[in-house]
């Protein structure tokens, strides 16, 4: 039977010891984690859990100690996942003929509120995956298409009082199958990536309004080797994918070349330096003609700005790169 083990990590890679998270008898399945600022939160799928299906959390704190024996979120099926909005995590999971649902835990891995449901999906079963930003959740999974004959990725936004906003959201179709999503938050967008068909991976910059941004992308190279279960996460300057790839035998492959945000050049001298962090008000300079731009290369009012990462121009020659905190 399947167990959930863990193993710390120190940041230079040096394993401290493997560890037994649950071993139940009937077999632990589909494991994820998140940092909540305090302990690791582990979800899980549990088939026999206090003799029915669960979907189950437990904290470790992170010298590796498991507080928790298992507590049960919700009955469900498999395939869950978590994240830590700063406040509480939202756990969303898969269960048979009733699409993605989800339910909030709070720092103590106590269940907050009720099961809502997400997603109704005409497909058995999805593995949802989920990212929070800019006060959003996104989550998205696969299903089939309108006509019923191949898998679409969709995507729902989440409030962080569990209120769905708006209406599903395609994100990639097409006459091949689109599959097994994974998803980040870049610190301005939402980025999304998928199998498509056997061979290629692909992905698709979203916004926290729920609009894509800009156009699809190929991220695999072009060939006839299959390509299976891609991820993404969101570094400083550069997403990472990494996916299954068959030659052989299956090996891990990944790539590195697409940027976040745009490029960043110095023109001109700046005669006039701002703060490349501020908590609060951008004070810009009134001798001199200033636009502010977002990372999308929109201009913006620079008293109306939200945390991010902004490019000023001062008078059409010298470009500074601000980060606003809060």
Partial sequence: ?????????????????????????????DPAVVFNGENFLVVWSDPAYDRSPGIVVARVTPQGAVIDSGIQVSEGDAHPDIIFDGSRSLVVWSEEFLGVQGRFVNNSAQPEDTVFTIARIAATSTEPKIAFGNGVYLIVYADFCTTGISLDVYGQLVSSQGQLIGNKILIADGPMIQSNPDID?????????????????????????????????????????????????????????????????????GNIDIEIGIDEEITKEISYILPSIISGPLILDNRSKVIVYDVMGRAVSSDKLKPGIYFVITNSKAVQKVVKLK
Wanted: glycine fraction near 12%; proline fraction near 4%.
């Fill in 1 to 29: 039977m399947a167990d959930i083990f863990g193993v710390r990590v120190t940041p230079d890679l040096d394993t401290l010891g493997s560890f037994i998270i649950c071993n139940n008898p009937g077999g632990q399945i």
């Fill in 185 to 253: 938050y870049d610190g301005t967008n939402f980025i999304v990536v998928w199998s498509q068909g056997s061979y290629d991976v692909y992905g698709q910059l979203v916004s926290t309004a729920g609009f894509p941004v800009g156009e699809q992308f190929r991220i695999s190279q072009d060939t006839s080797y299959s390509k299976e279960y891609p991820v993404v996460a969101a570094g400083l300057d550069n997403y990472l994918f990494v996916w299954g790839e068959y030659h052989d035998d299956s090996d891990i492959y």
